[in-house]
């Protein structure tokens, strides 16, 4: 209990708040029409589709492409994320960063029982996150998700973070509107300490036409845009209310944008984004640090806009949190 003495107070008070209750956006129809949505489940994912046309793909089973090194495997993420126009926006297991997939939840740089502990990059062999069950299925008022529920464990001392993970997609044809809910609880009896680093907690892995890892795949650099107007060179480590991801694809332009909630803790959130990688990370640790105790819950929450073409921002203004 002696790391960051002088800022457990500041900081429960600013947890507490964030954990307060938010209203829920709703999609805007009622007697629960889901409308023109539908969900799919096999043993290994769940998929919800708009009319004949996938939204999102969410992981039951563990995954390891072949050839890939076991320490990679991993579940409970989403990929593929789909632009209206059917084009595949994010990456799974990428070429070069095979810990780094689509939209995924994990912690950095932290401290468990005096032990550094990295549930992000998985092949440092210390920690993952797992998919352990489907809660329910909802579908009600012009929109259709879902609850799942993931452990965060690590490999020395089992369960760390127990993981609600609510999906909603709404009933619109474009752009796609994905809401995203994250309740992470401490389980066990000692403090899980986040320390700071530029990067953890959310992650955004973009499109394999965006790696230049992937010599196959790759059309161009990813381009980012934020509520503040800035781009690669000058976004990172800024504090924007949203930021876009898009670039090049086999059929023109597309994208996605995460627009996180003005109750998450430290809103406006920090974001890490890479000058040379497809992929961001909103993080309330880039600056300073935080800690979960002890059966404390961390709650967070995102929308995000999948697109085609350029990063609309007037759009994206009136898609915003109310």
């Not at 992470?184 to 700071?196: A, R, S, W």
């Not at 992937?214 to 480590?237: I, Q, Y």
Request: glycine share 8%; proline share 7%; hydrophobic share 35%.
């Amino acid at each position: 209990m002696n790391h960051y003495p002088l800022l457990f107070p500041c900081f429960l008070v600013l947890f507490l708040a964030s954990c307060g209750p938010a209203q829920e956006s709703k999609g805007g129809k009622e007697d629960g029409d889901k409308g023109n949505l539908r969900l799919e489940q096999t043993d290994d994912y769940l998929r919800i589709l708009h009319k004949d046309q996938p939204v999102l793909n969410y992981w039951l089973s563990p995954q390891l492409p072949e050839g890939t090194a076991e320490h990679y495997t991993r579940s409970g993420f989403l990929h593929p994320i789909w632009s209206p126009a059917g084009q595949i926006v994010s990456d799974g297991f990428p070429a070069g960063y095979a810990h780094q997939h689509g939209f995924f939840t994990a912690w950095t740089n932290t401290t468990f029982r005096d032990s550094f502990t990295d549930f992000w990059n998985t092949q440092k062999g210390l920690a993952t996150v797992m998919h352990q069950q489907l809660v329910e299925v909802q579908e009600q008022d012009g929109y259709i998700g879902f609850k799942t529920n993931l452990t965060h464990s690590s490999k020395h001392f089992g369960p760390v973070l127990n993981e609600d993970l609510t999906i909603r997609v709404h009933d619109r044809e474009a752009p796609f509107v994905i809401d995203i809910r994250s309740e992470q609880t401490n389980v066990t009896e000692d403090t899980l300490f986040l320390n700071k680093h530029l990067y953890g907690g959310l992650g955004i892995r973009g499109s394999k036409h965006w790696n230049p890892k992937d010599t196959v795949n790759f059309l161009g650099p990813a381009e980012f845009l934020t509520s503040e107007g800035l781009t690669v060179d000058s976004a990172n480590h800024t504090r924007p209310e949203w930021t876009a991801i898009y670039g090049d694809m086999p059929q023109g332009k597309a994208g996605m944008a995460v627009i996180p909630h003005p109750d998450n803790f430290r809103w406006p959130q920090p974001v890490r984004v890479h000058p040379e990688l497809p992929y961001f990370s909103v993080s309330p640790i880039i600056f300073s640090p935080a800690f979960i105790a002890p059966g404390e819950q961390y709650l967070s929450r995102y929308r995000v806009v999948v697109f085609d073409g350029a990063v609309d921002s007037d759009a994206l203004k009136m898609l915003q949190w109310e």
